[in-house]
């Protein structure tokens, strides 16, 4: 049977926020746009059933204890997972470390917390709206253990390259909240993005390349090739994966 779709989901009261921090916080130039379309019943179930235990609205209110949501575990933050199958997958093959994965994305909210379900994955948290204001105001200093940033909108026209997410100043950001040694770890298959991403981490005093000849890095066994990655590569696109290192300063 064909999945059920829904245009507009109606979530009940712990269902995800359309717009979780509102308009106390102030508003930037949105590296993301928001998609709230195509929600299918069986996702639209996960969020109402799952959201209050394992979802959380980057409203901004509030610091994460991070220790508490994730028993322990050191944590890494995914920013952007799409329908979560590479999340789902991270999260089973290292139990230890917790994923807090956030996203815009609802179909892609609801599914990977079916996932997580489904296979038992109390490592992984879902986090909706800006990670900007999630770094900046609900994340305490040096508390991530990692960051991965795979397949950013790649913003192609250049009057818009002003969206693209990894710039210095984001960088910069994120550098307080990596602990030291924390891998900071981005993917995309879009040539000049790619460029972009290593001369802006090179250039970055709080980064170092874990490539000793300062380039690209080969996949690391823990990303999953992903449906999406796989069609890339099947009409000749060349992946980048860089991986830079939070300094010891």
């Not at 507009?8 to 928001?34: L, T």
């Not at 449906?227 to 890339?232: L, S």
Request: with cysteine.
């Amino acid at each position: 049977m064909p999945p059920r779709w829904r245009t507009e989901p109606r979530f009940g009261p712990d269902g995800p926020a359309p717009d979780p921090a509102g308009s106390h916080h102030d508003r930037r130039i949105r590296s993301f746009q928001p998609r709230r379309s195509r929600v299918t019943t069986s996702q639209e179930d996960a969020l109402r059933r799952l959201w209050g235990t394992w979802g959380l609205d980057i409203d901004g209110r509030e610091v994460l204890d991070l220790g508490a949501m994730f028993g322990g575990r050191p944590v890494v933050l995914e920013i952007g997972f799409g329908m979560g199958e590479a999340t789902a997958q991270m999260a089973a093959d290292d139990p230890d470390t917790g994923i807090l994965a956030a996203d815009v994305h609802t179909p892609g909210q609801g599914n990977l917390l079916g996932l997580a379900e489904r296979n038992g994955l109390d490592n992984i948290r879902v986090a909706n709206g800006d990670a900007i204001i999630l770094l900046r105001e609900m994340l305490p200093p040096a508390s991530l253990a990692g960051l991965r940033v795979y397949f950013p909108d790649p913003w192609p026209k250049k009057r818009h390259h002003k969206r693209r997410l990894i710039q210095p100043e984001f960088l910069t950001l994120a550098a307080t909240r990596l602990a030291p040694g924390a891998i900071l770890h981005c993917a995309t298959d879009w040539e000049p993005y790619a460029e972009q991403m290593l001369e802006v981490l090179t250039a970055h005093p709080d980064f170092e390349n874990t490539q000793p000849d300062g380039g690209y890095a080969p996949r690391p066994a823990f990303r999953p090739l992903t449906r999406f990655e796989g069609q890339g590569l099947d009409k000749g696109h060349v992946v980048h994966d860089l991986l830079f290192r939070r300094r010891e300063n």
